[in-house]
Every structure is written in C-alpha cells, then in structure tokens.
C-alpha cells in the first residue's frame, strides 16, 4: 500500500511543477570525436530537446572550409549542404519531445588543425522566432593524441524578432505617408505606411510598402495599435496576421522572393 502511495504522490509532483513551471528550455547538444585523420568520414550526432515545439522549425550545423556533410538521418525533414552550412527543414517538427539527428562529416585531405563546429536550432514560438545553440564543438583534425573522445555540448538558448517595426499609428482623416518605422539593425529595410479613413467611424486602412533587398527566410513585421483599437488582417502577402498585446503582426515562415512586399490592416 505505500509503494502506490509513493508512486501516486511522485506523479502529482511531477504533474504540479510542469503545470507552474511549464516545460523545459529547448536545448541542443552534440556528439563528435575529439580527433580525425585528413582524408577520412566519421558520424556526428545531434540531440534535440525541443518540448512541445511543434509547427516549422531548422537545424543547422555549421563546418569549417575542407568539411563535407552527408545526410543520414534527417527525421523527415528536408536536407541541404551548401557554404559550409548543412540544413535541416521541418514544416511540421517531428513529434517526440527529444529526437536526434545524424550526419556524414568527410574531412578533406588538405584540412588539419583544430576546427570548431556550431549549430543551432530555429522555432516559432508565439510568432516570435526563437533559437537554442550548441556551444561550438572543437575538433583536431591530423596529429593529436590517440584517445579519442566524444564531446557533448552544452546549449544556450536566444529569442530575436527580424524584420521588426514597432511605430505608433495615429490615426488621421486624410492619407498619410510616412518611412521614419525602425528597421532591424544593420539591414537595408524601408517600411513605407498609408492611413487613410475608413467607411466607418473610428475605422482606418493602414496599408504599408515594405522594401526588403535580398532578404530572405524567417521575418516579422509589427506595429503598435492606439489604445482601445484592434485590428483586422487585409493584404497578408503569404504572412500570417495575428493581433496581440496590442500589436498587429505580420509573420513569414519564409519570405516572398519579391524585394518589395505590400500588406495592410484595417
């Protein structure tokens, strides 16, 4: 009777603290050997800790120059390997709370020394674009000590907001233009914003050019609703629209190949 007891109290713990304190923080480790010989491939494994983080989310692992990777195990997602930097895409991620994944590395002949190797893991989580790191990997490539040891990285774990434009909206009776929006830093965005009255009172269209040279992949565009407004999606230009904390945004999983981009609220 008390080992039931026990057990039963264990579970409700369990239970009570993922309840207050929710899940863990997602977190990426790996596994590589501390040595290689030039001209040769070894397997390199990845873990990912990813929660209940579902929907689109990447992995990428970054090589030094002279480093090939293969794919071997992708858990369905969709490989890629170009630049040093081998790619793996999900449109929905795979469904176990933790999943590993594995690669190919082949080192060229021509490459010794010690040579580091990084990752990351991208998700959306509240239409925000967040990030876990793998603290990057060192491994010698040539001469070195015969013991070979496998390395498991440690992880951090970051949240960025791209594209972001956070200007306040006053409304007006005739057509306003404006390109004061902040942009990101170190990006050539230009955000262009029309107001012009409603059919209704109190009702105004808020429609805005953005400019995006080059640009690509995961963005958002944002702005600050007047208290006591809300707002309503128009043009989305293949974004999702979503209204929160009084803000109308504008999500991309990935961005349009168009450098200029028109979208609008009411």
Request: proline share 6%; aromatic share 10%.
């Amino acid at each position: 009777m008390i080992k039931p007891l026990i057990i039963l109290f264990n579970t409700v713990s369990v239970f009570l603290f993922s309840f207050f304190f929710g899940d863990g923080p997602v977190t990426v480790t790996g596994n590589f050997p501390k040595n290689v010989k030039p001209n040769t491939e070894f397997i390199s494994e990845i873990t990912i800790n990813k929660g209940s983080v579902s929907g689109f989310s990447k992995f990428q692992l970054e090589v030094p120059q002279g480093i090939i990777v293969k794919e071997l195990e992708s858990k369905s997602g969709n490989f890629s390997f170009a630049g040093n930097i081998a790619k793996i895409i999900w449109m929905a991620t795979p469904s176990d709370a933790e999943f590993t994944v594995k690669f190919v590395l082949i080192a060229d002949a021509s490459v010794s020394g010690t040579k580091t190797i990084a990752s990351k893991f991208s998700y959306i989580s509240n239409n925000n674009k967040e990030m876990a790191e793998m603290i990057p990997a060192e491994i010698i490539i040539g001469d070195a000590p015969a013991d070979v040891v496998a390395t498991s990285t440690q992880t951090t774990t970051s949240s960025t907001q791209l594209v972001s434009s956070t200007p306040t909206v006053t409304p007006a009776n005739t057509t306003s233009s404006s390109q004061d929006n902040p942009v990101e830093p170190n990006s050539n965005v230009v955000c262009d914003r029309t107001i012009t009255k409603g059919s209704n009172p109190n009702e105004y269209n808020v429609d805005v050019k953005i400019k995006k040279p080059g640009i690509k992949g995961f963005a958002k565009f944002q702005e600050v609703l007047p208290a006591g407004y809300t707002a309503k999606g128009g043009k989305t230009n293949g974004s999702s629209f979503s209204v929160s904390d009084g803000k109308a945004k504008f999500v991309w999983v990935s961005l349009p190949a168009d450098d200029e981009l028109m979208i609008s609220y009411v």
